[in-house]
Nanobody
Framework: QGQLDESGGGLVQAGSSLRLSCAASGRNISDYNMAWYRQAPGKEREIVASISWSGANINYATYSVKHRFTIIRDNAKNTLYLQMNSLEPEDAAMYYC????????????WGPGTQVTVSS
């Protein structure tokens, strides 16, 4: 399986922006639908946004995320991005990337994640 390394998180004030990056190795993200996930303390990991292998189909988990976040893939750099604008305290979580869940599996090992903390 491939490896993932997320970065770009941090402590920001509400209303700020962050750009998360997810660098893949060992496998090409171009072969997979990819997604960003997040897990807040005491909660299950949830999908935030997904993008098809070609980039033609993009989905966001909620109306709020759809109008503030943008998922981007650069297959040439084997990297996935999440541009997050107008951050809210509810967005605070550990953010991860991976493939979409298919055939009972994810196609990359989970990376360490990147922590996003939003102060009000």
């Amino acid at each position: 399986q491939g490896q993932l390394d997320e970065s770009g998180g941090g402590l920001v004030q509400a209303g700020s922006s962050l750009r998360l990056s997810c660098a893949a190795s060992g496998r090409n993200i171009s072969d997979y639908n990819m997604a960003w996930y997040r897990q807040a303390p005491g909660k299950e990991r949830e999908i935030v946004a997904s993008i098809s292998w070609s980039g033609a189909n993009i989905n966001y988990a909620t109306y709020s995320v759809k109008h503030r976040f943008t998922i981007i893939r650069d297959n040439a750099k084997n990297t996935l991005y999440l541009q997050m604008n107008s951050l809210e305290p509810e967005d605070a979580a550990m953010y991860y990337c991976n493939s979409g869940y298919r055939n009972g599996t994810y196609y990359f090992n989970w990376g360490p994640g990147t922590q996003v903390t939003v102060s009000s």
